[in-house]
C-alpha cells in the first residue's frame, strides 16, 4: 500500500501510525526477498507446517 497525502489527513492518528508501518514492513520484505537473504517472508508462507509431538487432541 503505498501512502496517499489526502486520505492520511482524514485518518485517526493510530491508524496513519499503522500503515506507516505496514509500508515499511513491505518495503523491507521486498527488500530482503531481492537480496535472496535467507528467512524472507515468502520462503515461510512456503514452508510446511510442522506439528510438536506433544500438541494436545482437539
Known amino acids: 500500500m503505498k501512502a ?3 486520505r ?3 485518518l ?3 491508524q496513519r501510525i499503522a500503515d506507516l508501518v ?3 514492513e513491505d518495503r523491507l520484505a521486498a527488500e ?3 537480496k535472496g ?3 524472507n517472508a515468502s520462503e515461510r508462507k512456503q514452508a510446511e ?3 510438536p ?3 494436545a487432541p482437539e
Do not use: F, K
Open 37 to 39: 537473504i535467507a528467512g
Open 4 to 6: 496517499n497525502p489526502d
Open 53 to 55: 509431538d506433544d500438541q
Open 12 to 14: 485517526p492518528e493510530h
Open 8 to 10: 492520511h489527513d482524514q
Open 49 to 51: 507446517q510442522v506439528e
Open 22 to 24: 505496514d509500508d515499511m
Open 32 to 34: 530482503r526477498e531481492a
